[in-house]
């Protein structure tokens, strides 16, 4: 069955620092989507994106934040200087559509700890 | 501001022991109601849609059923490979497709 892929599984980065999460959407969807989960709450959304550009975003999604799709596969979401309080656990997800009831596809995610 | 509510916040049941979780709603409007299963470290996995009040799906132990404001997931003599973390989505009417998650109800099934 086709599924998400996420890398890296873990992710530690200094305060400050950059950092680029990736993923690899299924082959055949058109929208994708960030969200994320800091330990013990609920799941955030952040951006969604679907024919190159930005489709959607939340109050979270602010100007340290962006996201691309580099090429016909990969999707990434760059935190240009991190924050202690972004560690959280990170969901790439893509569905075929976007419409009443479209399902989402997530990916197993990856775990940012900044210190 | 649309709002999903899941109850209880954790379960615990023996294994065989029936029961079921509630997610309730607020929202101008539904498109759709979605539950998701999660386990730890893991991201959500896809279970059920429901789109219309009176509306009830199936899946091996699991049962989910929409009223005009909440939804219940079932669960029939439950094994301990069931223990996982709930969670109940909401898409509301409107411009956004975009569902609001609610924040899950961890279930534990001791063997």
């Known amino acids: 069955e086709p599924e998400v892929t996420q890398t890296p599984s873990h992710q530690v980065t200094q305060m400050g620092q950059e950092v680029i999460l990736r993923c690899v959407p299924i082959?055949?969807?058109?929208?994708f989507y960030w969200y994320r989960q800091i330990l013990g709450q609920k799941v955030e959304f952040l951006v969604s994106f679907y024919n190159n550009e930005i489709s959607e975003k939340s109050e979270i999604f602010d100007d340290q934040f962006s996201v691309e799709r580099p090429d016909g596969s990969n999707f990434t979401l760059k935190i240009r200087s991190t924050k202690l309080e972004d560690s959280a656990m990170y969901f790439c997800?893509?569905?075929?559509?976007?419409?009443?009831?479209?399902?989402?596809?997530f990916g197993s995610g990856t775990q940012l700890s900044v210190l | 501001e649309d709002q999903v509510t899941q109850s209880p916040e954790a379960l615990r049941l023996q294994e065989g022991e029936s029961s079921s979780l509630n997610c309730s709603y607020t929202v101008s409007g539904l498109r759709g109601l979605f539950w998701y299963r999660q386990d730890p470290g893991k991201g959500p996995e896809f279970l059920f849609t429901?789109?219309?009040a009176g509306e009830e799906k199936e899946k091996e132990r699991l049962k989910a059923t929409l009223t005009k404001k909440e939804s219940f997931l079932h669960i029939t003599a439950p094994k301990p490979e069931d223990s996982a973390t709930y969670l109940c989505?909401?898409?509301?009417?409107?411009?956004?497709?975009?569902?609001?998650f609610g924040r899950g109800t961890s279930l534990i099934v001791h063997p």
């Open positions: 429901l789109y219309s």
């Open positions: 997800a893509s569905s075929a559509s976007q419409g009443n009831n479209e399902k989402l596809f």
């Open positions: 082959s055949n969807h058109l929208y």
């Open positions: 989505a909401v898409q509301a009417s409107g411009g956004s497709y975009i569902p609001t």
